[in-house]
């Protein structure tokens, strides 16, 4: 159980400043601009957790963090290393492919205190617009963002957290295994649960990532990977109705809400992409909860 809103206000646990964390696996591509860009944004503390990458990251990164280790690669494992090197009272949760605006350091730490919320997500948008599936990729990152001060349901990246609520979630199990590509959606619903909220800030950030039939492959399965254990760790304790709208909620998510941000001719111009998406994800999502029902039979007959 979180504390309420108001102790992790005026706690005095951590220092008042703000620190920053990015999680790297084989992003030697993206990361020295990532972060000189944030060692720029005068940070009081640049925290880099490597996950054992085969490229030059960890390398990169020692060259700019203040604070920078390796362990197994995970991002529950490398998170749980991070918490305990965190010295500021808020933190910045950010990654290796994100570059922050000049003023983010300055707005999300305002914001976060104005408007009285655990946590604050940025206004992200997407550097290349080259091609056809980088603009639909870039009016699908368009679509999630809301006006500043607005509730939301679910935090995306970047965001500036209270340090310690952020310790105190790891003390939910959820949050200390694999959760695969849901470790966003575990972390928001122990906020939420905990009446605490989750706003949308003005501060911009830009995805620094070229995209690809590759890249949009391995995200979107990854996605669906972690819809599936965030549905089998809830399941139980969700009804009928829960369980369905846990099934179909990419498709409605990704062909309805799109439309948000986005014009009518700008929706159904890039629709297609919207629906590979959405398709990729669940097929994902299938996959992993169809391999389960047929290891569960295999496993009944066998001890039958």
């Given at each position: 159980?979180?504390?309420?809103?108001?102790?992790?206000?005026?706690?005095?646990?951590?220092?008042?400043?703000?620190?920053?964390?990015?999680?790297?696996?084989?992003?030697?591509?993206?990361?020295?601009?990532?972060?000189?860009?944030?060692k720029e944004k005068g940070?009081?503390?640049?925290?880099?957790?490597?996950?054992?990458?085969?490229?030059?990251?960890?390398?990169?990164?020692?060259?700019?963090?203040?604070?920078?280790?390796?362990?197994?690669?995970?991002?529950?494992?490398?998170?749980?290393?991070?918490?305990?090197?965190?010295?500021?009272?808020?933190?910045?949760?950010?990654?290796?492919?994100?570059?922050?605006?000049?003023?983010?350091?300055?707005?999300?730490?305002?914001?976060?205190?104005?408007?009285?919320?655990?946590?604050?997500?940025?206004?992200?948008?997407?550097?290349?617009?080259?091609?056809?599936?980088?603009?639909?990729?870039?009016?699908?990152?368009?679509?999630?963002?809301?006006?500043?001060?607005?509730?939301?349901?679910?935090?995306?990246?970047?965001?500036?957290?209270?340090?310690?609520?952020?310790?105190?979630?790891?003390?939910?199990?959820?949050?200390?295994?694999?959760?695969?590509?849901?470790?966003?959606?575990?972390?928001?619903?122990?906020?939420?649960?905990?009446?605490?909220?989750?706003?949308?800030?003005?501060?911009?950030?830009?995805?620094?990532?070229?995209?690809?039939?590759?890249?949009?492959?391995?995200?979107?399965?990854?996605?669906?990977?972690?819809?599936?254990?965030?549905?089998?760790?809830?399941?139980?304790?969700?009804?009928?109705?829960?369980?369905?709208?846990?099934?179909?909620?990419?498709?409605?998510?990704?062909?309805?809400?799109?439309?948000?941000?986005?014009?009518?001719?700008?929706?159904?111009?890039?629709?297609?992409?919207?629906?590979?998406?959405?398709?990729?994800?669940?097929?994902s999502w299938y996959f992993?909860?169809?391999?389960?029902?047929?290891?569960?039979?295999?496993?009944?007959?066998?001890?039958?």
């Amino acid at each position: 159980m979180l504390k309420s809103f108001n102790y992790y206000k005026k706690s005095k646990k951590y220092e008042d400043g703000l620190s920053i964390y990015i999680p790297t696996l084989n992003n030697e591509n993206t990361l020295e601009e990532c972060l000189i860009n944030a060692k720029e944004k005068g940070f009081d503390q640049i925290i880099v957790v490597d996950g054992k990458s085969k490229d030059n990251s960890f390398e990169i990164a020692k060259k700019y963090a203040d604070d920078c280790v390796q362990t197994e690669p995970g991002l529950h494992i490398q998170t749980l290393k991070a918490i305990t090197l965190i010295k500021f009272k808020f933190l910045v949760l950010s990654e290796a492919d994100v570059l922050l605006s000049d003023d983010f350091a300055k707005i999300s730490r305002k914001e976060i205190e104005k408007l009285n919320s655990s946590v604050c997500v940025s206004q992200l948008t997407c550097k290349y617009k080259r091609n056809y599936l980088e603009r639909g990729f870039s009016n699908f990152i368009k679509s999630r963002r809301k006006k500043p001060g607005k509730e939301i349901k679910a935090i995306g990246g970047p965001a500036i957290i209270y340090s310690e609520i952020y310790l105190d979630s790891f003390k939910n199990s959820y949050l200390t295994k694999d959760t695969f590509g849901n470790f966003d959606t575990n972390l928001s619903e122990i906020i939420l649960n905990n009446n605490q909220k989750i706003k949308m800030m003005k501060a911009a950030a830009e995805q620094n990532e070229e995209i690809n039939l590759e890249v949009i492959l391995l995200k979107f399965i990854w996605y669906g990977k972690g819809d599936y254990f965030f549905y089998k760790r809830n399941k139980k304790n969700w009804n009928l109705i829960r369980k369905i709208k846990s099934i179909f909620h990419t498709y409605y998510s990704y062909l309805f809400l799109t439309k948000t941000n986005n014009s009518w001719l700008v929706y159904f111009y890039f629709l297609p992409v919207f629906i590979m998406f959405a398709i990729i994800r669940n097929i994902s999502w299938y996959f992993y909860l169809s391999k389960a029902i047929f290891l569960h039979i295999l496993n009944y007959k066998i001890n039958d």
